[in-house]
């Protein structure tokens, strides 16, 4: 079973400053990899799939890249509605199957 | 739009079942999956299966087989998840999501969420 690992648990940083999220998976997953977005109280929200592709309605400063088993969630402008907890996802097309990270919290330094 | 309409919080107890329900809107609901993704309090996101609306197939994490039940009803365009035998470890926020689909090819991860149901285990 693939583990998904997210470093750090907790990132501090000022608006206006570049956020960098990694997450690492135990085997090769190939770009097969998600990342989402969760506020307090709410449901996550899609960001990007297939490593590096924004979801409709996502903004530009939100961007991913990597492959295999090194991943990176950059923020490249951190506004105040982005602090919040980032879990990236592999995903198993056949059969559906999905593993999510321990996930990192942005907050305000 | 698309929506998915999840059912109120629940209190069980230890040994209880609990049943949420998860009404989707908005889209075909035969033509996408639907997963259910369960959070503890203050803990991460956890995957623990699949329902094929259409054709009623289903899969589940290794860790939840012979304990949840998923059903899907195509008239009323719901889905169903049935958690049995629960405990404390049971409590937590549980979500239904559909899978992304795009030119005819689906994907697994998840573009629309239910708002999330609290099921509360204690006695």
């Known amino acids: 079973e693939r583990v998904m690992t997210q470093s750090p648990a907790t990132l501090s940083v000022s608006p206006g400053e570049r956020a960098t999220l990694s997450c690492r998976a135990s085997?090769?997953?190939?770009?097969?990899l998600a990342w989402y977005q969760q506020k307090p109280g709410q449901a996550p929200r899609l960001l990007i799939y297939?490593?590096?592709t924004r979801a409709t309605g996502i903004p530009a400063r939100f961007s991913g890249s990597g492959s295999g088993t090194e991943f990176t969630l950059t923020i490249s402008s951190l506004q105040s509605e982005d602090f919040a907890v980032y879990y990236c996802?592999?995903?198993?097309?056949?059969?559906?199957?999905?593993?999510f990270g321990g996930g990192t919290k942005v907050e305000l330094k | 739009q698309v929506q998915l309409v999840q059912s109120g919080a629940e209190v069980k107890k230890p040994g209880a079942s609990v049943k949420v329900s998860c009404k989707a809107s908005?889209?075909?609901?035969?033509?996408?999956?639907i997963h259910w993704v369960r959070q503890a309090p203050g803990q991460g996101l956890e995957w623990m299966g699949w329902?094929?609306?259409?054709?009623?197939?289903?899969n589940f994490a290794q860790k939840f087989q012979g304990r949840v039940t998923v059903t899907g009803d195509t008239s009323i365009t719901t889905a169903y998840m049935d958690l049995s035998r629960l405990t404390s470890d049971d409590t937590a926020v549980y979500y239904c999501?559909?899978?992304?689909?795009?030119?005819?090819?689906?994907?697994?991860?998840?573009?629309?969420w239910g708002q999330g149901t609290l099921v509360t285990v204690s006695s």
């Open positions: 329902i094929n609306p259409d054709s009623g197939g289903t």
């Open positions: 085997q090769s997953v190939s770009s097969n």
């Open positions: 996802q592999h995903y198993n097309n056949w059969p559906p199957a999905a593993t």
């Open positions: 999501a559909r899978t992304y689909c795009s030119g005819g090819n689906c994907y697994t991860y998840f573009d629309y």
């Open positions: 297939g490593a590096s």
């Open positions: 908005g889209y075909t609901f035969t033509g996408y999956y």
